[in-house]
């Protein structure tokens, strides 16, 4: 059983930086197809970015496309979500996942939340206008 943890949420005014990681422990995630997903207050959990295990693909929601970047480190310990110019509508917990071997032609946001063999217990972005 593998436990991911997210850390770097916090408040953060409109237009501001956060970067969120994802860790398990130490262990590597270089098998792994890594994701983040977000639940705002009252709204269902959504997709919004993830990294394929080989790290050759990446895929975004279109509300972050341009604004978010999902990035992997060397050692394939911890992933990483850098988000710039964040809107009020970025407001939500931030879930990181990881599906063993993921490799994705198409993604579709409800069977990849389905793939997701491990998640973590989210971290809370919260953009203040």
């Known amino acids: 059983q593998m436990q991911l943890v997210e850390s770097g949420g916090g408040l953060v005014q409109v237009g501001g930086s956060l970067r969120l990681s994802c860790g398990a422990s130490?262990?590597?995630?270089?098998?792994?197809?890594c994701g983040w997903f977000r639940q705002a207050p009252g709204k269902e959990r959504e997709f919004v970015a993830v990294l394929s295990w080989s790290g050759g693909s990446t895929y975004y929601a279109d509300s972050v496309k341009g604004r978010f970047t999902i990035s992997r480190d060397n050692a394939k310990t911890t992933v990483y979500l850098q988000m710039n110019n964040l809107k009020p509508e970025d407001t939500a917990v931030y879930y990181c996942?990881?599906?063993?071997?993921?490799?994705?032609?198409?993604?579709?946001?409800?069977?990849?939340?389905?793939?997701?063999?491990?998640w973590g217990k989210g971290t809370l972005v919260t953009v203040s206008s």
């Open positions: 996942a990881a599906d063993f071997l993921g490799e994705y032609g198409v993604v579709d946001p409800t069977s990849l939340a389905r793939a997701m063999d491990y």
């Open positions: 130490g262990r590597s995630l270089s098998s792994y197809a």
